[in-house]
């Protein structure tokens, strides 16, 4: 069965520093998708990526955050200069397309622990 | 703005019956999802509704009221393995799928 795949498992970086989270999509999915998730908290949505741009952002996804799709399959959050508060897993999604039903769900990777110190 | 409530924790036997309830406030709807997520892992989809009424999946049902802002998750036949988080998730208006998850519920299946 196909699945969202996410590297590394685990991130472990000092504070200030740049870290790059990467994640394949299922392969004939449109829309992709960073979710981010503290410890004990909900799980909160960051940004969603469609036809190689972003469709919509939250308030979480400052200029600190970038994502890009730098080929056919990769799909890559990057945070330029991480903060303490920026440790978290961080859950990638993809989704095909609208169906005659009108949705599809999103499937998520098993995500990136991100560890700042 | 968006407001999804859900019970913290909920305990529950193995073999019984348990309901999860969830109620959203949100600027628009546009379907509202279960999910469940085991400790450490990833959310996995459960359910999705966005007419009232019932959605039946084996041991698992969803209903939806959208006058009320009222969803509940059924779980019938419960086992050790059912013990994890269940998330509500709501879509609010809009084209791009996202969506908002509530804090979710913590439910131990107890022998």
């Known amino acids: 069965e196909p699945e969202v795949t996410q590297t590394p498992s685990h991130q472990v970086t000092q504070m200030g520093q740049e870290v790059i989270l990467r994640c394949v999509p299922i392969s004939n999915h449109l829309y992709f998708y960073w979710y981010r998730q503290i410890l004990g908290q909900k799980v909160e949505f960051l940004v969603s990526?469609?036809?190689?741009?972003?469709?919509?952002k939250s308030e979480i996804f400052d200029d600190q955050f970038s994502v890009e799709r730098p080929d056919g399959s990769n799909f890559t959050l990057k945070i330029r200069s991480t903060k303490l508060e920026d440790s978290a897993m961080y859950f990638c999604a993809s989704r095909q397309t609208l169906t005659g039903t009108g949705v599809t769900e999103q499937f998520f990777g098993p995500g990136t622990r991100l560890t700042v110190l | 703005g968006q407001n999804i409530d859900q019970p913290t924790e909920m305990t529950a036997t193995e073999g019984a019956i348990v309901q999860i309830n969830c109620t959203y406030q949100?600027?628009?709807?546009?379907?509202l999802f279960w999910y469940q997520q085991h400790a450490g892992e990833a959310p996995t989809f459960l359910s999705y509704?966005?007419?009232?009424g019932l959605e039946e999946k084996g041991r698992f049902s969803s209903f939806l009221s959208r006058s009320k802002g009222y969803s509940y998750l059924l779980l019938k036949e419960l086992q050790m393995k059912d013990s994890a988080s269940y998330l509500c998730a709501v879509r609010p208006s809009g084209g791009y799928q996202k969506v908002t998850f509530g804090t979710g519920t913590k439910l131990q299946v107890i022998p």
């Open positions: 509704n966005v007419l009232d």
């Open positions: 990526f469609y036809n190689n741009e972003i469709s919509e």
């Open positions: 949100t600027s628009g709807f546009n379907g």
